[in-house]
């Protein structure tokens, strides 16, 4: 039972457009969400996040969406770069728990052609 | 000077056999974790541990056993090993609570011929 999903195992866009990364959670109870950008050979790095009492959070060329009603978060990079080829995992969490325990996605491969 | 770093990088080993992957974290982080990505490239959390106290223990294979010496130290020990082990593992460290960020080592690459 995959609890955070990320129905687009890859995504292809030109240098300077926009990236829109996207996933969706089933869990209600869910209300913190990360964003994480991982390379090849290495672990993945936080990237962005966003709590639920929030619908969007900025960080320069980062944007996260989030939208509690349809379950759904979304990654914007604009504008993307070749360096932001790496593969971005989703993941969610319920604060209350205390736990720090995060449920990923697979994961969206983004390459950005120059 | 690495945050969290993990060894070895790269294991393989035959099947049967019993083998150690090691974590440290430099971060004066409280929280330590194992995930484990599968084929599917799935990111699944296996344990964790919070100042040298297990806190989280999914379903796995009691052959998997994590040890937390000190809250800066967290090793995965794996027994008879088998082919479906085979995966990349990843340490992670945090703060505790929800909402702050892993910082995560590079991965061991577990290959069980």
């Known amino acids: 039972d995959q609890q955070v999903k990320q129905n687009s195992p890859s995504l292809s866009v030109q240098e300077g457009r926009i990236s829109i990364l996207n996933c969706d959670y089933t869990?209600?109870?869910?209300?913190?969400f990360l964003w994480y950008k991982k390379y090849p050979a290495e672990g993945p790095t936080f990237l962005i996040s966003i709590s639920s009492i929030k619908d969007k959070n900025e960080d320069g060329r980062f944007t996260v969406f989030l939208n509690k009603s349809a379950k759904h978060l979304s990654l914007h990079i604009v504008p993307s770069q070749p360096g932001d080829s790496a593969v971005y995992f989703c993941a969610a969490s319920v604060s209350s728990s205390n736990t720090g325990k995060l449920i990923f996605g697979q994961g969206t491969t983004l390459q950005v052609k120059p | 000077d690495t945050a969290v770093s993990q060894t070895p990088k790269y294991l393989v080993t035959q099947m049967g056999n019993d083998k150690s992957i090691k974590c440290e974290q430099n971060?004066?982080?409280?929280?330590m974790y194992w995930y484990k990505q599968d084929s599917k490239k799935f990111l699944k959390i296996m344990f964790s541990?919070?100042?040298?106290?297990?806190?989280i223990n999914e379903t796995v294979p009691n052959r998997f056993s994590p040890k937390s010496p000190d809250k800066a130290h967290l090793n995965l020990h794996i027994n008879s090993l088998e082919l479906g082990d085979s995966a990349v593992y990843f340490c992670?460290?945090?703060?505790?609570?929800?909402?702050?960020?892993?910082?995560f080592g590079s991965g061991t690459r577990l290959t069980v011929v």
């Open positions: 541990y919070n100042n040298k106290e297990l806190i």
């Open positions: 869990n209600s109870m869910f209300d913190y």
């Open positions: 971060l004066g982080h409280d929280t």
């Open positions: 992670a460290s945090s703060q505790t609570g929800a909402g702050y960020g892993y910082t």
